[in-house]
């Protein structure tokens, strides 16, 4: 294939348009970045390609010949296959049979489901994606948050046997944002191969530095129109930012206002718990923690000790002075924050309204009446202050676009001053206009004295935001690092270093 272009492509929820005339030309052999805010209509675009979406107004182009695009079957005879961006494995069953989902079953004499086929096809497509650690027989939802990744993207992989016909375009939606840094290597060298074997790619990434590292193109979108398409070694990361945000955003940190106080908020010493062990720091007033290592280090685990869902074995625990809270409820109480990784599984209620979402934790300082109005003021400043883009509050959060259902939880977290604010990949999946707003509404926090606990896996980021970097090697602390002069090598060196006394 060469040529495949998408022209005038429109679609409206209600009254709300997400895409107006949007026009996208790919090339097979060549990587197409497609950029834009949160809820710029990304997503919107590749649902209306898949045939999820039923597009009002799209016509398809393959080498000059009009193709129909109504329905998922239209887009799985062109040779489109997607990698859409919320996980959406089924987590009771197999990872074979999540690799093979939605396909043709091989069987015996046309009857029985025949498993070793299943299987070696399932095997076939992680070998081919470089994750032959992952277990085909295992079930999906014993995986972590990563290899769940790896296996929706396996999926795409997936070639029939028959003709061994490989797609004519892979789209991917945000496929890092739930990976970490060895995995989305994985991931740009699968995609090399994709590209090389002639297949056009679509891929959506806020992450920027990837984006000209991996891709050839770049179209951005605002508001759900086309803004800029060019190759991009004709423009650059600056332009692609103005062209997004329609402003100059910095794209750096920024520096602390003033040093941080002395008073404790939190002192763990010699701390056990089912996960972790050695556990011993002192949390100030203003405070910006970070706690690193690789990939499921017990990074989750420690956020959790202090919303009391990883209990503390041994060794002594105190959050403002007093013992740590047993329950999430108590701990929200006590006035911890806290802002969870898997958005859908651990934070939202889907069907629930960006209000309900927004307040769900706070409630019980309402008193027995809930003060309906004061209530919805709340809600629509805590929104505004996390420019959410929505088209009403009583919106159930299911329906906002990705990056702005992380910012629902973001403006939960911050309601109600927080005096310990957890902060679990924050700015996973959200634009970089919003990155800075995010980052500085930490700064703002910290300067009134709440202490914050900040993971990612974004290391600029924890180096550019915190004070002090506490290593985790499986559940083990093994460093406590001044960030000051503190290098990303110097801090990569510490995830592998051998584990000495602390
Ligand atoms: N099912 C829906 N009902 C109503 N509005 C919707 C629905 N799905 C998306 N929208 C709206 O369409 C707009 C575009 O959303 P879309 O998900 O395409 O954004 P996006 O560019 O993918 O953003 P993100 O980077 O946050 O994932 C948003 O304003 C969103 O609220
Ligand atoms: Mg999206």
Not at 156 to 168: E, N, W
Not at 204 to 211: A, L, N, P, Q, T
Request: hydrophobic content about 45%.
């Amino acid at each position: 294939m060469d040529s495949l272009t998408f022209q005038n492509m429109s679609k409206a929820y209600g009254g709300v348009s997400a895409l107006q005339d949007v026009t996208l030309a790919l090339k097979g052999g060549r990587v197409h970045a497609l950029m834009g805010e949160n809820g710029a209509g990304k997503s919107t675009l590749i649902k209306c390609i898949a045939g999820v979406v039923r597009a009002d107004d799209m016509r398809v182009e393959k080498d000059g010949h009009a193709i129909p695009l109504a329905s998922a079957q239209d887009a799985q005879a062109a040779d489109f296959r997607f990698i859409h961006q919320e996980l959406n494995i089924v987590p009771q069953v197999s990872v074979a049979e999540n690799i093979l989902l939605g396909r043709r079953f091989p069987r015996r004499f046309g009857v029985a489901v025949n498993w070793p086929v299943v299987r070696a096809r399932a095997r076939d497509a992680l070998t081919f994606l470089g994750a032959d650690h992952i277990d085909v027989k295992a079930l999906a939802g014993d995986l972590s948050p990563g290899d769940q990744m790896l296996i929706k993207i396996a999926a795409a992989l997936v070639t029939d046997p028959k003709t061994g016909h490989q797609a004519d375009l892979y789209v991917l939606d945000e496929p890092t944002a739930a990976l970490t840094g060895e995995e989305s290597e994985l991931l740009f060298d699968v995609i090399a191969r994709l590209s090389a074997t002639g297949a056009a790619v679509l891929y959506v990434s806020h992450r920027i530095d990837e984006v000209f590292r991996i891709c050839d193109d770049v179209t951005v979108l605002r508001d759900g129109r086309n803004v800029s398409s060019c190759p991009i070694q004709e423009t650059t990361k600056d332009q692609v930012i103005r062209d997004m945000t329609g402003r100059d955003v910095r794209d750096a940190y920024p520096p602390r206002a003033q040093p941080y106080a002395a008073t404790v908020i939190a002192q763990l010493t010699s701390v056990q718990t089912p996960r972790l062990r050695d556990i011993s720091f002192a949390l100030r007033a203003g405070e910006v923690l970070g706690v690193a290592g690789l990939s499921e280090a017990g990074q989750s685990e420690l956020l959790d000790v202090f919303m009391g869902l990883e209990p503390v074995v041994s060794g002594t625990a105190r959050l403002l002075g007093r013992k740590l809270p047993s329950d999430p409820a108590a701990a929200w109480q006590a006035g911890v924050a806290y802002l969870p990784k898997e958005r859908r599984r651990q934070g939202l209620m889907l069907n629930m309204s960006i209000q309900a979402n927004i307040l769900a934790p706070h409630l019980h300082t309402h008193g027995l009446v809930a003060k309906a109005g004061r209530e919805r003021r709340e809600a629509l400043t805590m929104g505004a202050k996390m420019r959410m883009k929505y088209d009403s509050i009583d919106q159930p959060v299911g329906q906002l676009s990705g990056g702005n259902q992380q910012k629902a939880l973001f403006a939960r977290a911050l309601h109600g001053q927080p005096k310990l604010l957890l902060l679990n990949e924050p700015t996973r999946g959200v634009d970089v206009g919003a990155k800075f707003d995010i980052y500085q509404t930490v700064r703002a926090f910290s300067a009134q004295g709440c202490a914050v606990i900040l993971t990612s896996s974004d290391l600029p980021e924890m180096l550019g935001m915190c004070d002090r970097i506490l290593v985790l090697q499986d559940g083990q602390q093994t460093a406590l690092l001044d960030c000051a002069s503190l290098s990303s090598a110097d801090l990569l060196s510490h995830f592998y270093a051998p584990a000495a006394k602390v």
